[in-house]
């Protein structure tokens, strides 16, 4: 595998379900970023590791749980979930030094009942 | 807030054709204005990028135009291929914040 790979690219989730999505980045990076894409809305930044550190929470609800147990993985856990939160989730990659370079994954695409 | 905003919403280009898209940004602590390019089914790719010390790059047939005083930059895309069809989004970044803010994005189709 090379670059950003997500898993599963289709999540069809319950209001009252409980998943993950994974994302493995194989650039050597060390900085990983969640982002959430709705349809004729901007990308809407989610989340910031930096070294395995959260450096960024942007007023994510608490039904969104990210987790980065190292370097190259990165998980974001979901839980209730409404509606609204149906969309794609993109995980992207940097080195912290060079966050403009950011290398993204192809997403999951996200759809709760 | 919106701090990107970018135009058209969608474009419908002849083959061949000049493809042009358009972004204004509202804060001057930016200092990296990428490009980026969306397929369907794929994540977005950094196309092209410029910073504020030059006022066009180019790369091929893919330019960017940028205006400091005006705050705006442009996507030229010359010779307009339907390969090139795709979603297009301009991104402002401040290396201070390392966050990226996007514009909503532009649905490029170009017509054989």
């Known amino acids: 595998e090379t670059g950003v790979t997500q898993t599963p690219r289709h999540l069809v989730m319950g209001m009252t379900n409980k998943k993950s999505l994974k994302c493995e980045q194989h650039?050597?990076?060390?900085?990983m970023y969640w982002y959430k894409q709705s349809a004729k809305k901007p990308l809407e930044l989610m989340f910031v590791y930096s070294l395995e550190e959260r450096v960024e929470n942007n007023s994510v609800p608490s039904r969104f749980s990210p987790e980065c147990p190292n370097s190259s993985h990165l998980f974001l856990h979901l839980h209730t979930l409404q509606p609204e939160d149906s969309a794609l989730y993109l995980c992207?990659?940097?080195?912290?030094?060079?966050?403009?370079?950011?290398?993204f994954g192809p997403g999951t695409r996200l759809t709760v009942t | 807030q919106q701090q990107v905003k970018q135009s058209p919403q969608s474009l419908i280009v002849q083959k061949g054709g000049i493809s042009i898209i358009n972004c204004a940004y509202e804060?001057?602590?930016?200092?990296?204005f990428p490009w980026y390019q969306q397929f369907p089914g794929k994540g977005p790719a950094l196309l092209i990028a410029?910073?504020?010390?030059?006022s066009e790059k180019k790369e091929g047939r893919f330019t960017i135009s940028f205006n400091k005083s005006a705050k705006q930059f442009s996507l030229h895309i010359m010779d307009s291929q339907p390969g090139d069809s795709a979603t297009y989004f301009c991104a402002v970044l401040s290396s201070n914040t390392g966050k990226l803010i996007f514009g909503q994005g532009t649905t490029l189709q170009v017509k054989p």
């Open positions: 992207a990659s940097s080195q912290w030094t060079s966050a403009d370079e950011q290398y």
């Open positions: 410029i910073r504020p010390d030059v």
């Open positions: 650039l050597g990076h060390n900085a």
């Open positions: 804060n001057t602590a930016f200092d990296y």
